[in-house]
C-alpha cells in the first residue's frame, strides 16, 4: 500500500527540509518514507503492507506539513 502527497509551494524546499528532520527521527519502521522534490512540487511518498501504519504516517505527515506551511505564512 502507498499514499502520495503532492504539495506546491514557493518554499518547497524549506518544507522539504523541514519533513526530512521527521524521517531521520522517527523511531517507527513499519513504514518506509520519501522526499522528492521537483521545482516548486514536494512529493511526500509513504509505503506499508500495515493499513493502520499508513494511516498513521499520513496523519503524521499532513499535521507536520500544516504546521510547516501555517509557520512560513506566518509575516512579522
Keep these: 500500500m ?3 502527497i503532492e504539495v ?3 518554499d518547497a524546499d524549506i518544507v522539504r527540509q ?3 528532520k521527521e524521517i531521520e527521527s522517527s523511531p517507527y519502521r ?3 518514507t520519501c522526499l522528492h522534490l521537483t521545482g516548486t512540487t514536494l ?3 509513504s509505503e506499508t503492507t500495515d ?3 499508513l494511516r498513521g504516517t499520513f496523519n503524521s ?3 507536520w506539513l500544516i504546521t510547516v506551511l501555517d509557520s512560513l505564512s506566518l509575516s512579522v
Design 8 to 10: 506546491t509551494t514557493s
Design 18 to 20: 523541514a519533513l526530512q
Design 51 to 53: 493499513l493502520r501504519a
Design 43 to 45: 512529493i511526500i511518498e
Design 30 to 32: 513499519k513504514t518506509k
Design 61 to 63: 505527515y499532513m499535521n
Design 2 to 4: 502507498k499514499v502520495t
